[in-house]
């Protein structure tokens, strides 16, 4: 694939995935609601940061952080690598990019450290992760008690 149509791809799938983060809830505090915002639109930018987020958002109080994590559902910084490792799983099922370009793309400085945040999220390398979405396929199996789904891999 063309570098150049390797790039557009990862485009598309991140901005698609933008488009369908949820929207900040209108009762939260409006620090919450502007940082919120802040992190979906530079979500996948390597410079994102908790304390870039509050610098430029013009947040300077501390707890920000737990405000956030008590309307959202979780840290800042665990939001974030949350939403770019979703981004890469997905990426990984549905495109045949190679994942050190998944992982720049993403905002992860380097293969290596999107690797080991991909290991802890996932349970698996990335490498991992891919060659088992390709090589597993569900077949739907009638038995006595209706249809089952078995996992058949290749070999099977």
């Not at 991992?128 to 290749?154: C, D, L, Y």
């Amino acid at each position: 694939m063309l570098i150049a149509g390797v790039i557009m791809l990862i485009e598309d799938e991140i901005k698609t995935y933008q488009r369908n983060l949820p929207l900040p809830e209108p009762a939260w505090p409006g620090d919450v609601q502007t940082m919120f915002a802040y992190v979906h639109k530079h979500l996948f930018e390597e410079e994102l940061s908790v304390e870039a987020a509050k610098r430029h958002c013009g947040i300077r109080d501390n707890n920000i952080s737990s405000r956030f994590a008590y309307y959202v559902g979780c840290g800042i910084k665990k939001y974030i690598n949350a939403h770019r490792l979703k981004a890469a799983k997905r990426l990984m099922q549905h495109t045949d990019v190679k994942i050190f370009e998944i992982a720049l793309a993403l905002g992860y400085s380097s293969q290596g450290a999107f690797t080991m945040a991909f290991q802890r999220y996932q349970g698996c390398c990335p490498t991992a992760f891919r060659a088992m979405q390709k090589n597993v396929k569900i077949k739907m199996k009638k038995n006595v008690n209706g249809f089952v789904k078995q996992k058949m891999t290749p070999d099977s």
